[in-house]
């Protein structure tokens, strides 16, 4: 682990070292008690967290107009539910030993990783915010060296400990301002791991269909496989509803990306992580507001 700054160590980042302390036992936790806790604090959340359930609904609203209302809370609860066993897996994934991860996941479509590497060419894996990200991270990991593109967390504490921990898993950590080193860094021929899923304001985003809902999506993704000369596919993860194992799933995208259109090449973009997301819609995070900025003029879902 990096040095620790002798600044993290101020009382007032005290109740943050606890809960890093309670994430670090909850990662060793037997995995179905992780399931289980995961189910309580979902129903808990779903009637307790109003502001997140209000998003929830309003994204389901959006984006599965042709559910009914049942049907939309019982999407819902399900949502809260995955997302709150997330949050154990997130534990799992900063602490996890290699080993006990090893086999608890299949791979599918690796022939197109292999392909798009096969010329030595850097390559761009397109993925989504799921809420087991951190430990498909380290899975996939093991399939192939990887390096994750991420935005820095607002605490200094959980960013310490996230950052750190990435860094001793993945050959690279590069986050999402520094374009030169991530350009560099695909020139070189390596493999890394982006997710321009959320809603980062009108800066460097256009205005592109996403579950047929128009909504600002950052431009950097063909900028960087353009500047980059990287491949680009689409990486997706799954739990198994009954198995509780994961898929690994490597997507290829549409091959006209980049096209040199920013509204074109975010359609595209959306289009095969919408895709993605269709496969396991509940185990996304909805609990985001993708839709937040809006064309001008027009009025705020949330």
């Excluded at 809370?73 to 799992?92: L, M, P």
């Excluded at 030595?120 to 498909?136: E, I, K, T, W």
């Excluded at 995208?253 to 919408?274: K, S, V, W």
Aim: aromatic share 12%; charged share 25%.
């Amino acid at each position: 682990m990096d040095s620790l700054p002798k600044n993290l160590l101020h009382p007032r980042h005290w109740p943050s070292w606890f809960a890093v302390l309670i994430l670090r036992i909850i990662s060793a936790l037997p995995f179905r008690a992780k399931l289980a806790a995961g189910n309580f604090l979902g129903k808990v959340g779903y009637h307790f967290i109003h502001k997140r359930r209000h998003i929830v609904e309003v994204n389901i609203d959006l984006c599965f107009p042709d559910l009914s209302a049942k049907e939309k809370i019982q999407f819902a609860k399900e949502i809260f539910k995955q997302n709150a066993i997330g949050f154990f897996e997130i534990a799992w994934g900063w602490w996890a030993k290699s080993e006990d991860i090893a086999h608890r996941y299949t791979v599918e479509g690796l022939e197109h990783l292999d392909a798009a590497k096969a010329d030595g060419s850097g390559v761009l894996l397109v993925g989504a915010h799921f809420v087991h990200l951190d430990l498909c991270g380290r899975m996939i990991n093991q399939v192939t060296p990887l390096g994750p593109i991420y935005r820095k967390h607002n605490n200094p504490v959980f960013e310490y400990v996230i950052t750190s921990g990435r860094k001793r898993r993945f050959k690279n950590v590069l986050e999402r301002s520094d374009m030169r080193a991530i350009v560099r860094t695909l020139r070189q021929g390596d493999v890394l791991w982006y997710a321009p899923d959320q809603d980062y304001g009108r800066n460097q985003a256009v205005f592109a269909p996403f579950f047929g809902v128009s909504a600002a999506t950052l431009v950097s993704t063909s900028k960087l496989a353009r500047l980059g000369r990287a491949k680009t596919l689409g990486l997706f993860h799954y739990r198994d509803p009954i198995t509780h194992q994961y898929r690994i799933v490597f997507e290829p995208i549409d091959p006209a990306f980049p096209t040199g259109d920013d509204i074109q090449d975010a359609t595209l973009i959306n289009a095969l992580i919408e895709k993605g997301i269709s496969v396991q819609p509940d185990q996304y995070m909805w609990v985001h507001r993708r839709f937040k900025t809006r064309p001008a003029g027009e009025a705020s879902f949330y």
